[in-house]
Every structure is written in C-alpha cells, then in structure tokens.
C-alpha cells in the first residue's frame, strides 16, 4: 500500500521560513516523480512545484519561484519544501503527490496522494 506521510506543517510569521517533508512508502521512490500541491481554504488546489526522479528537472509555480526550493533524497524516500519569505497568502493545507512519470507538475499525472499538512502565515 503506497503512503505519503507530509509533516513540518506549522504557523509561522509572514517573511520567516518553514520546510515540509514529505516520506514515500510502498513505491519505488527513486521511478517517481514528485510534486508538492496546495489548497487554501475556499480555493482549489493548485501546483507548486515538481521534482523528476533524479532531479535534474524542477520547476516551480511563478509564486514559489525565488522562494521555495524543492528537493529529494532518494536514499530517505522523502521529498522537501524549503520554504523562504513566507507571505500570508501561503496559508494552506500541502499536498504531496507522487506520479510514475519521469516528471509531471500537471494534476492528472499524479497517481498518490499525501493527507496534506497544514501551514498558516500570520501577518
């Protein structure tokens, strides 16, 4: 049974830094491309930015780029969000995603889904 367990989820003040973490079990981590998603509330989900297998594609929604920074580490099966300049419109649930695809930021590609781990910027 695939699981993706997100954590590091917090409230934290507008302009400091939160990472979250994102641990795969049950797949192959290494022949899948991850991707972190997140939903406000009142909103619908939205990318934020994706990882290929080996990581040598990234790429991020126009809002992250500059501020957050993905990465993986294969050996840990695990996922990161570095997140720098945290704004109060980053307030949101995040979802990890894994998809069998060498690289995918497209909703549809993403066969797993994490439970989503909560962030609140206060201003």
């Known amino acids: 049974q695939v699981q993706l367990v997100e954590s590091g989820g917090g409230l934290v003040q507008a302009g400091g830094s939160l990472r979250i973490s994102c641990t795969a079990s049950?797949?192959?981590?290494?022949?899948?491309?991850m991707g972190w998603f997140r939903q406000a509330a009142g909103k619908e989900r939205e990318w934020i930015a994706a990882i290929s297998w080996s990581g040598d594609i990234i790429d991020y929604t126009d809002s992250a780029q500059g501020r957050f920074i993905i990465s993986r580490d294969n050996a840990k099966n695990t996922v990161y969000l570095q997140m720098n300049s945290l704004k109060p419109e980053d307030t949101a649930v995040y979802y990890c995603?894994?998809?069998?695809?060498?690289?995918?930021?497209?909703?549809?590609?993403?066969?797993?889904w994490g439970q989503g781990t909560q962030v609140t910027v206060s201003s």
């Open positions: 049950g797949l192959t981590f290494t022949s899948h491309g």
């Open positions: 995603a894994a998809t069998s695809s060498y690289y995918c930021s497209d909703p549809g590609c993403f066969d797993h």
